[in-house]
C-alpha cells in the first residue's frame, strides 16, 4: 500500500487514501494514515477516487517525535571531513542521534522557511523509516534533512536540525511489504535541475535495527516515530565553495520505489 493524506478538488478537509497507478483512492470512513498503520488488519480503499495530479498531498501524519541519525554515510562523512565540516568531538562507536522541532515535519510540496539569520541552508535527502510496534518499520517514504549549517556546532543542534519545515517528507508512506530491501534503494537530489546527490541506502553504516536499539536504551520509541536514516555524499557542506540553498530555490529528494518530494525554498 501507499497510503496518503490529501486534499480532494473543491475539499478543504483533508481524506486519506491508497495510491494506484496514477489515482488515489480514498478509504470509507477516512481513518487517519496513523491509524491505518497501527491497525493489523489494514482496510482495503474502496471509496471515491481522484487523479493524483489533481489532489493536494499533505505530510501523510503528523508524528510524536521525528529522531534522526547523523554521519551515517561513509562517502558523506569522508568529503564533509576533507573540508573541516564533521564533528571531532563523536567517540568512536557513538552513533550520533538528534530529535528534529516538533514544527519541522511539513508536506511534500510544501515551502521550506529560511529564518532570517540564516545563510548556510543544507539539504540532505534521506530515507525516512515509520516506526511500528517495537521500533521495526512498517513504512517507508522520502524526506529532506534541511540542515542550518550556521548553527551546526555541538551546542546548537536543535537550532541546526530542528528548525521549522526543517523536515519535508512524503510524497505517501510505501508499506513495508512493498519494500522487499530498504538497503538498496537509489537515493537522489536536486537542487533546481541541477544532480547533487545520487547514492544508495546500501551505504548506510549503521542500519535501522541498530539505530532503534541505540536510541531505545534511553527514549520509549513509540508507534508511529519516524526515523531520519543518514544522507549520501553531496551537500552543499562537502563544497569547497558551498552553493548554499537560496530562496526561491527548488529542491526535489527522489528515493527508487517511494517517490519523490519537491519543495520551494522561501524567506523567513
Known amino acids: 500500500m501507499r497510503l496518503a493524506t ?78 573541516g565540516k564533521m564533528p571531532d568531538w563523536l567517540a568512536p562507536g557513538e552513533i550520533p542521534c538528534l ?26 535527502g534521506e530515507l525516512m523509516a515509520v516506526l511500528g510496534p517495537g521500533g ?25 536540525k530542528g528548525g521549522d519545515t526543517f523536515c519535508p517528507w512524503g510524497p505517501w508512506i510505501t508499506t513495508a511489504d512493498e519494500i522487499p530491501d530498504p538497503y538498496a534503494l537509489r537515493l537522489r537530489t536536486w537542487v533546481d535541475d541541477e544532480l547533487r546527490q545520487d547514492g544508495s541506502t546500501a551505504e548506510m553504516i549503521v542500519r535501522i535495527p541498530e539505530i532503534v536499539d541505540y536510541i531505545g536504551k534511553t527514549i520509549a520509541v513509540r508507534q508511529g516515530d519516524l526515523l531520519l536514516t543518514g544522507t549520501p555524499a553531496g551537500t552543499a557542506a562537502e563544497m569547497t565553495d558551498p552553493r548554499w540553498l537560496q530562496p526561491g530555490q527548488r529542491v526535489r529528494v527522489e528515493i527508487e520505489g517511494l517517490g519523490s518530494i519537491e519543495n520551494t525554498i522561501v524567506a523567513g
Do not use: C
Open 99 to 124: 530529535l528534529k522541532g516538533p514544527g519541522s515535519p511539513v508536506g511534500p510540496s510544501d515551502p521550506v522557511v529560511r529564518p532570517p539569520e540564516i545563510r548556510s541552508l543544507d539539504y540532505e
Open 6 to 83: 490529501f486534499v480532494a478538488p473543491g475539499e478543504s478537509g483533508p481524506r486519506s487514501g491508497d495510491v494506484r497507478d496514477g489515482v488515489v483512492v480514498s478509504f470509507d470512513g477516512n481513518p487517519s494514515v496513523a491509524d491505518i498503520l497501527a491497525t493489523a488488519d489494514r482496510p482495503v480503499a474502496r471509496g471515491p477516487e481522484f487523479a493524483l495530479t489533481d489532489v493536494r498531498l499533505l505530510a501523510p501524519f503528523r508524528p510524536r517525535a521525528v529522531f534522526m541519525v547523523g554521519a551515517n554515510y561513509k562517502a558523506h562523512v569522508d568529503a564533509a571531513a576533507k573540508v
Open 136 to 160: 521495526r518499520p512498517v513504512g517507508y517514504a522520502v524526506a529532506n534533512d534541511i540542515s542550518a549549517r550556521d548553527v551546526g556546532d555541538r551546542w546548537q543542534l536543535t537550532r541546526h
